[in-house]
């Protein structure tokens, strides 16, 4: 029995060998992953080196393999153009037509979306439901997924808000002394369909490049799939720009918050002598953001996004806080923005992140775009421009302030060493300051944690 290496070697190599084949180099490394080659390509090897059946190896007879080789996931050759692999339970189809098979896992259904990627190595429970992802199918660049498991305490919202899940490899089994469910029990009952076996290098190169497409992902255990009518809704979806999804998941009604941070072996801390009153506008606030704001001495009124300058004065707050949220902010700053503006006309110190970022600089007179492909995952550098520090940050937006566009009064305090896009503005005569990145960082670094007390220090200042 020959190796898989050997057979390489007689075709030519692993490009000659995926052309006699049919198929992609990434097949091919998959053969050796799996140090075997799948029955439907014997025939082509078989032609092309000479060799007998007896000399080809099989991930059975490999007493090498530990583990079961993956599905070849690419159609044979002379194959239908929507042949359905063999072992495919999964695929994502693309708005130009392309379709990424794999096998599912999560819940059974299709989802349609953003397909957006996140380079953050952990925190995947608190990605998949950071109410920011809403409209959208994460693909982690990380590929090993799951096993921290899931837990009750790491999410940041009730409800998930991703749509759904691109992965390399199967999800593993939780490994973690805090995990109380599998990952894929977890998505199962937050509606949210996975794929695994995908080539997520691939899929974020083509994202980085091309930018974010609109896509569908698909769970079929059955392997039955329509795919003209995936391709028509791919292709059919509006996507996110012009889009507000602040309201869907938003707060219906105005609560309190005092649940402060969490620390090992005690888990979360309450906020029982708070200095300042903050109203925070959701749209789409983050559970963790929340709790920076009442551990840095915050008692915390949460109210709608919908909510007018009138509701939110009526706390009479020290402060407001504009959260983090889903969309094209240039939609929800249609009710968004004059509620912000009678704030700041009220002398009222703000603090935005994220979304909030974006609908304080529209309140200010500026313009927001769409990015390319935007910045998701905790491992952004970001340069505060009045100290000179690059700060790691945590990031998940779409859409961004344009700098050119910023009125008089109105400064840029901080840049991306990525793009050199906008990070944060800062306007004194309003007492108003917002970052673009997330410092709450959840999943994330904590070196932007100092902003909330920049916060608290404007409210004792103004008062």
Same mark, same amino acid.
């Given at each position: 029995m020959r190796t898989v290496e050997q057979i390489l070697t007689l075709m030519g190599g692993a490009s000659?060998?995926?052309?006699?084949? &049919?198929? %992609?180099?990434?097949?091919?490394?998959?053969?050796?992953?799996?140090?075997?080659?799948?029955?439907?390509?014997?025939?082509?090897?078989?032609?092309?080196?000479?060799?007998?059946?007896?000399?080809? $190896?099989?991930?059975?007879?490999? $007493?090498? /393999?530990?583990?079961?080789?993956? @599905?070849?996931?690419?159609?044979? $050759?002379?194959?239908? @153009?929507?042949?359905? $692999?063999?072992?495919?339970?999964?695929?994502?189809?693309?708005?130009?037509?392309?379709? =990424?098979?794999?096998?599912?896992?999560?819940?059974?259904?299709?989802?349609? &979306?953003?397909?957006?990627?996140?380079?953050?190595?952990? &925190?995947?429970?608190?990605?998949?439901? !950071? @109410? /920011?992802?809403?409209?959208?199918?994460?693909?982690?660049?990380f590929p090993h997924i799951g096993n921290v498991g899931a837990n009750a305490e790491d999410i940041e919202a009730t409800t998930a808000a991703a749509r759904?899940?691109?992965?390399?490899? *199967?999800?593993?089994?939780? /490994?973690?002394?805090?995990?109380?469910?599998?990952? !894929? *029990?977890?998505?199962?009952s937050h509606g949210i369909p996975g794929i695994c076996g995908v080539d997520t290098r691939a899929l974020t190169a083509m994202i980085r490049d091309a930018g974010a497409p609109n896509g569908v992902i698909c769970h079929a255990p059955d392997g039955k799939f329509d795919l003209a009518a995936l391709r028509a809704e791919a292709a059919g979806w509006p996507g996110l720009e012009g889009m507000d999804l602040a309201k869907d998941v938003s707060c219906r009604q105005s609560y309190n918050w005092d649940e402060a941070l969490w620390a090992w072996g005690q888990g979360y801390s309450k906020q029982t002598a708070p200095k300042h009153k903050v109203v925070a506008v959701d749209y789409g606030a983050k559970r963790n953001i929340l709790r920076c704001l009442a551990d840095a001495g915050c008692?915390?009124?949460?109210? #709608?996004?919908?909510?007018?300058?009138?509701?939110?004065?009526?706390?009479?707050?020290?402060?407001?806080?504009? /959260?983090?949220? @889903?969309?094209? #902010?240039?939609?929800?700053?249609?009710?968004?923005?004059?509620? =912000?503006? %009678?704030?700041?006309?009220a002398g009222k110190p703000v603090f935005g992140i994220c979304l909030g970022?974006?609908?304080?600089?529209?309140a200010l007179g500026a313009k927001t775009y769409k990015l390319d492909r935007g910045h998701r995952g905790a491992n952004q550098p970001v340069k505060d421009l009045a100290t000179g520090k690059v700060e790691i940050t945590s990031q998940n937006h779409g859409f961004a302030v344009d700098d050119k566009s910023l009125p008089e009064g109105v400064k840029v305090t901080h840049v991306s060493l990525f793009d050199g896009s906008n990070e944060g503005i800062a306007c004194e005569a309003k007492k108003a300051f917002s970052v673009q990145y997330h410092p709450e960082a959840s999943p994330g670094p904590s070196d932007s944690h100092h902003l909330f007390h920049r916060f608290t220090d404007m409210m004792s200042k103004a008062a």
């Open positions: 000659a060998a995926a052309a006699h084949c &049919g198929v %992609g180099t990434e097949a091919i490394r998959k053969w050796r992953q799996a140090r075997a080659i799948p029955p439907r390509h014997w025939p082509a090897v078989l032609a092309a080196t000479g060799l007998t059946l007896e000399d080809l $190896p099989r991930a059975d007879a490999d $007493p090498q /393999s530990h583990s079961t080789p993956e @599905p070849d996931m690419t159609p044979a $050759p002379n194959a239908a @153009p929507d042949a359905v $692999p063999e072992g495919a339970t999964a695929c994502l189809v693309l708005g130009n037509g392309t379709v =990424i098979w794999g096998r599912g896992f999560g819940a059974v259904g299709k989802k349609v &979306g953003e397909v957006c990627f996140n380079t953050g190595m952990t &925190g995947y429970q608190e990605t998949l439901t !950071d @109410p /920011s992802y809403a409209g959208q199918i994460i693909t982690f660049t759904g899940l691109v992965v390399k490899a *199967d999800l593993t089994e939780p /490994s973690n002394y805090r995990a109380t469910r599998h990952l !894929d *029990d977890w998505l199962k008692e915390v009124t949460v109210v #709608p996004a919908t909510a007018t300058a009138e509701e939110i004065l009526r706390h009479g707050p020290d402060g407001v806080f504009l /959260s983090n949220g @889903p969309g094209d #902010p240039a939609a929800t700053g249609e009710y968004a923005v004059p509620a =912000i503006r %009678g704030v700041l006309e970022h974006q609908l304080l600089a529209l």
